[in-house]
T-cell receptor, first 114, second 114 residues
Framework: DVKVTQSSRYLVKRTGEKVFLECVQD?????MFWYRQDPGLGLRLIYF???????EKGDIPEGYSVSREKKERFSLILESASTNQTSMYLC?????????????FGSGTQLSVL | AQKVTQAQTEISVVEKEDVTLDCVYE???????LFWYKQPPSGELVFLIR??????QNEISGRYSWNFQKSTSSFNFTITASQVVDSAVYFC???????????FGIGTKLQVIP
């Protein structure tokens, strides 16, 4: 069964901390995505990657960076966490660039920044 | 630019009632795909269905059915004889244009009351 695994289900951090959210997929997918989910706003794309070391900004990249050193792993980095980054973060993956491909999601990381 | 509108933020129905979740989309591309995903309380979004812009056939899968109408830019989802297990947040999504940039609606939270 295909699987996208996010390292933490719940995370609590302090303002100003550097935060790493990790995502691993076991499906050999080229594409990986980071979304954040907020009530009333749905899912918003932060960054995506279509290959190792490649990345593209999504709709809300400010305050975030990403790293993809290996095909199976896509990390989201909050350089200096702020309270407005408290949110549910969802990682997803899909096979090589095709509009028709469905996304496979992880279970999400609920991040609280205090 | 592409956009997905789910006007119903929350719906409550009594078990065994039918319920329709609305989805209206906007895109300038002639080739696009529409999706529905289900997010149960566990958090992981699960793919339900995919439709391409050239296929307006409606689809039925058990108690689920989907009505795609290009004339009204709508892709509505109906659950017949709802069950408590249908309680979840349902997202409509659209892909078009370059790369696999998926645009999600804000989601409709469905509560099925026993």
């Amino acid at each position: 069964d295909v699987k996208v695994t996010q390292s933490s289900r719940y995370l609590v951090k302090r303002t100003g901390e550097k935060v790493f959210l990790e995502c691993v997929q076991d499906m050999d997918h080229e594409n990986m995505f980071w979304y954040r989910q907020d009530p009333g706003l749905g899912l918003r794309l932060i960054y995506f990657s279509y290959d190792v070391k490649m990345k593209e900004k999504g709709d809300i990249p400010e305050g975030y960076s990403v790293s993809r050193e290996k095909k199976e792993r896509f990390s989201l980095i909050l350089e200096s966490a702020s309270t407005n980054q408290t949110s549910m973060y969802l990682c997803a993956s899909s096979p090589w660039d095709s509009l028709s491909e469905k996304l496979f999601f992880g279970s999400g990381t609920q991040l609280s920044v205090l | 630019a592409q956009k997905v509108t789910q006007a119903q933020t929350e719906i409550s129905v009594v078990e065994k009632e039918d319920v329709t979740l609305d989805c209206v989309y906007e895109t300038r591309d002639t080739t696009y795909y529409l999706f529905w995903y289900k997010q149960p309380p566990s958090g992981e979004l699960v793919f339900l269905i995919r439709r391409n812009s050239f296929d307006e056939q409606n689809e039925i899968s058990g108690r689920y059915s989907w009505n795609f109408q290009k004339s009204t830019s709508s892709f509505n989802f109906t659950i017949t004889a709802s069950q408590v297990v249908d309680s979840a947040v349902y997202f409509c999504a659209l892909t078009s244009g370059g790369y696999q940039k998926v645009t999600f609606g804000i989601g409709t939270k469905l509560q099925v009351i026993p």
